[in-house]
T-cell receptor
Framework: DQQVKQNSPSLSVQEGRISILNCDYT??????FLWYKKYPAEGPTFLIS?????DKNEDGRFTVFLNKSAKHLSLHIVPSQPGDSAVYFC????????FGKGTRLHILP | DAMVIQNPRYQVTQFGKPVTLSCSQT?????MYWYQQKSSQAPKLLFH???????NEADTPDNFQSRRPNTSFCFLDIRSPGLGDAAMYLC??????????FGPGTRLTVT
């Protein structure tokens, strides 16, 4: 029973365009949401987060949007760069961090 | 550079033969976590230490044990590995509960 769902296993985006990665959750008690990025043969690295009291957080090319009524969050990367090719994990916290299965992002030249 | 180190990066063990994976950190974080990640699955929390306080997840099999002899080191012991225990094992540290720093992982193969 997945509480954090990333329904797209993979996504391909042209370099320079916007990448949008989506995440849905079921637990309304989650108070914090995070995105992690993972390259092959490396552990996940923290990318950006958002508190449940906000609806948007921006850090450079990365913006996370939270829609609590829809229990949905998304990560926008603008503009997409080749180094953004990686697996992106959505995660959410109640008393612990729960991860989604990840979405593999391919940035096409 | 402050970091989380996992050794070995690749471990092969035989069915039923005990194996220990290690994790060390130079971040001086209170919390250390062990996750299991199988192919195309989400990382699954096995247990964590808050300082010396051990917290086991309810669905973590008894086959998995952990030790934290000091702040810097944490070990994952698999007493009798089965074929289903083949996975990537990720260690992470944190000083707040919502941001974690991961090591590169140990890929365990069970033959």
């Amino acid at each position: 029973d997945q509480q954090v769902k990333q329904n797209s296993p993979s996504l391909s985006v042209q370099e320079g365009r916007i990448s949008i990665l989506n995440c849905d959750y079921t637990n309304s008690m989650f108070d914090y949401f995070l995105w992690y990025k993972k390259y092959p043969a490396e552990g996940p690295t923290f990318l950006i987060s958002i508190s449940s009291i906000k609806d948007k957080n921006e850090d450079g090319r990365f913006t996370v949007f939270l829609n609590k009524s829809a229990k949905h969050l998304s990560l926008h990367i603008v503009p997409s760069q080749p180094g953004d090719s990686a697996v992106y994990f959505c995660a959410a916290r109640d008393d612990k961090i729960i991860f989604g299965k990840g979405t593999r992002l391919h940035i096409l030249p | 550079d402050a970091m989380v180190i996992q050794n070995p990066r690749y471990q092969v063990t035989q069915f039923g033969k005990p194996v220990t994976l290690s994790c060390s950190q130079t971040l001086n974080h209170n919390v250390m976590y062990w996750y299991q990640q199988k192919s195309s699955q989400a990382p699954k929390l096995l247990f964590h230490y808050y300082d010396k306080d051990f917290n086991n997840e309810a669905d973590t099999p008894d086959n998995f044990q952990s030790r934290r002899p000091n702040t810097s080191f944490c070990f994952l012991d698999i007493r009798s590995p089965g074929l289903g225990d083949a996975a990537m094992y990720l260690c992470a540290t944190g000083d707040r509960s919502y941001e974690q720093y991961f090591g590169p992982g140990t890929r365990l193969t069970v033959t």
